[in-house]
């Protein structure tokens, strides 16, 4: 973010980037503030909605892709249930979040999840806790999702090099 | 009524498995032809996965679908995630021709196809709307008068309000009317419908920023003297299981599949309620 008085960098070709992404109803918003009224995260973070929407018509590029606050949006959709002119504003986010990743902005902890899709095709490890807790359910110790046939997994990671996320998230898929 | 294959999603099967045993016994206490949809992948998730990359995000979701199509059943989910992801992929790629063709040309390198037509289903919509809160009713053996239930909707159920078309997300009833059949009570609470603050990558990247807002909503929670939270959703319910450490009055958390396990009489160790950090002890 700007230090307060500096002058900020415009560029008009990163609203238009956003928009031809399809996030087209940045250019609705006329800065009523109801989404920001209605944020849970902004009831207890710095993060306001309707600044994040101002930015983007703005074209303030450096402040939005490599800014935290992108990233405190639980994308509950209480802003888009609300705002009075039909701003897809959780769509509009994914599409910044999507821009900031390819720029390289990108949190250690996001990369592990996204590491882990990789590697399994699943979001999260499978423990030996979990597997012992299943056995005792009377369910398949290994759930019978790509975890159980390697045939099934290597599918996925097709599907993960054809869209080029292993290049994305900077981890090399072995094979 | 309509054959549904059960999308397990990761949440559920690798960390409450209880709510995959839970939801098997009760589809068939119910009736339900149910068979869980075999070798799915992450759906994948809305919050972290298409924020990060919306192309790989529909092209590992027309993967499920397209199985779902194959095998010619509604694709039923048990957490708002998978249904949130699943709904939007399916919804994109129903809109838009090009996407579509885009995803088709990534599924031929693994001998798919996804038609379009997969139908994406919440197992509490399913529960709502096709098998009926009458026979419901006539299925509840063990009164649940005892509990005091706050009931937690979750964000990715109900909306975006036009492509769920479920219930009203600001004023819903649906969970509450599910809730209350089985007897027990369903209270008021402020903020009933904010989100667990898991959601969106948020518990994954700023766990403070989730833990902040789980405590707001126990604090009203607690304001009213609830004994109990059901919930619709594996990661809501991890938040809330795993996110109360700080707050004094812990209150448990049941998915709505495991209450109708004690409603219905079932057998009470498929709940698996070890897994859960606050103990469940109904
Ligand atoms: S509610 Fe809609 S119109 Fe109002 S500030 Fe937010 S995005 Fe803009
Ligand atoms: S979707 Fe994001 S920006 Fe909108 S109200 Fe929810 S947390 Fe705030």
Redesign the pocket.
Known sequence: MSEEGEPKLVNPEFTKEVIKRGADTIT??????????GCPSGRITAFR??KL??RVQLGFKEDVLPSDELWLCTTCMT?DE??????K?TDIIMTLRNMAVEEGHMAEAHKRTAGMLIKTGHAIPMGDKFRELRKTLKLDEVPPTVLCDPKLYEDVVKIMKATEFDKLIGERIDG | MAKVGLFLGCITPLRYPGIESSTIDVLEALGVEAKILQGTSCCPAPGVFRSFDQEVWRALGARNLALAEEQGVEILNICNGCFGSLSESSHQLREDPKKLEKVNNILSQIGKKYNGTAKVRHFAEFLYRDVGLENIAKRVKNKQDHLKVAVHYGCHFLKPRMLKEIDDPERPKILDELVEVTGAKSIPYKDKQMCCGAGGGVRARTKDVAQKMTIQKMENINEVGANVIVDVCPFCHLQFDQGQEEVETKVPVLHLSQLYVLAFGLPKERMGVEAHAIPVNF
């Open positions: 609705l918003c006329f800065q009523c503030a109801t989404c920001t009224g909605t309707r929407m101002r802003c609300r705002c009075p002119r039909g701003v504003i």
